[in-house]
């Protein structure tokens, strides 16, 4: 089921719905190209578009696809409104699709199933000690996987989420600290290009600072680690969001290197340091990333080729079990501590 909706409560609840009915989402952003929007919903199937008859009309199918418009907005104002369903939902089921950038190709669709979005948002809410009495900072687009983070970050503690409007984010620079302080946000993931260019107290009265999506500078640790709990998270799309994450880091500049470390492995997750033989390298030499565990999407969306290319079998773990080449470079350091050092295709 396709969700094309403003970043709005009814997107959250649209969300919501389709878990609880037993069915898959994927999430679309309004802002994105129509092009790119009518690709990602024809590729994946998603017969069902929730949404709203001016943005599906934005929309612009190829030839023979089919789609049928649940208009939220019609839907809402009835009095129709059905009891939620008793729907029993496999921990292996589906739960949503989320598709890649499409910076090496086509854009891929990533199936996530239940199971691997449960144990993501536990191993976090651990990580970064989130109680109920935490408000979580809706930032991400929905159509980028960072978003789901956020959700059951929220969700799964207890805490409040705090959805950010669309005008906020366009100039997030200027605006978002103020919006952040109005309604008393203590944890936000944000990428390290947009801390870059806050000023120093911009994120006063944070408790949690996690910066992901791509390297983080050692200059923001600087800045920023002194005031708050900030950790540097890494993940792609296919291990669910999020595969590692930093200790706490250190504010003093002595202490940081070159390169600021991505941590060690969430729970029930791990990752491995390997040669072209897949032969764990030694501590302080770069070797492929690859993750395996509970993380682990179950493919890429009607592309079983490409599937069997980058989830591989892993010689590490039980029979039957697979591990996925992420084509990072990565190094362990001596305290077990993981430095991320680019792509390998570069």
Do not use: W
Request: glycine share 10%.
């Amino acid at each position: 089921v396709a969700i094309l909706l403003d970043r709005s409560f009814e997107m959250i609840v649209a969300m919501l719905g389709v878990l609880k009915a037993g069915g898959a989402y994927l999430p679309l952003d309004p802002e994105y190209p129509a092009q790119r929007l009518s690709f990602m919903i024809g590729d994946s199937g998603a017969g069902l578009i929730i949404s709203t008859a001016s943005l599906y009309e934005t929309l612009c199918f190829d030839e023979g696809t089919d789609t049928t418009l649940v208009d939220l907005s019609t839907f809402i104002s009835s009095d129709m409104i059905p009891d939620a369903p008793c729907v029993m939902i496999s921990p292996k089921q589906l739960a949503y699709v989320i598709y890649t950038s499409g910076s090496t190709g086509t854009p891929k669709g990533v199936a996530v199933t239940h199971e691997t979005a449960v144990n993501l948002g536990y191993s976090q809410i651990s990580a970064f000690g989130l109680t109920e009495e935490d408000r979580i900072l809706q930032f991400a687009s929905p159509s980028f996987d960072a978003s789901i983070s956020e959700l059951l970050l929220a969700f799964g503690s207890g805490a409040g989420l705090v959805l950010l409007p669309d005008a906020v984010r366009r100039d997030a620079a200027s605006k978002l600290p103020e919006y952040m302080r109005r309604f008393g946000v203590t944890k936000a993931t944000l990428p390290p290009a947009l801390v870059t260019v806050l000023d120093d107290d911009a994120l006063d009265g944070l408790d949690v600072l996690v910066v992901a999506g791509e390297a983080c500078p050692p200059s923001i640790v600087e800045r920023f680690a002194g005031k708050m709990r900030m950790y540097n998270a890494y993940g792609p799309t296919e291990a669910t969001v999020c595969a590692t994450v930093s200790s706490p880091l250190c504010a003093d500049i002595d202490g940081i290197s070159d390169t600021v470390t991505i941590g060690r492995s969430l729970s029930n997750c791990s990752v491995y340091l390997l040669d072209p033989t897949l032969t764990p390298v030694p501590d302080g030499i770069a070797g492929e990333l690859y993750i395996a565990g509970a993380g682990l999407a179950r493919g890429y969306l009607g592309r079983p080729g490409l599937t069997s290319e980058r989830f591989i079998a892993c010689p590490f773990g039980v029979d039957g079990s697979r591990m996925y080449r992420t084509g990072d470079l990565a190094r362990r350091r001596h305290d077990g501590e993981i430095e991320y050092l680019g792509r390998i295709d570069d």
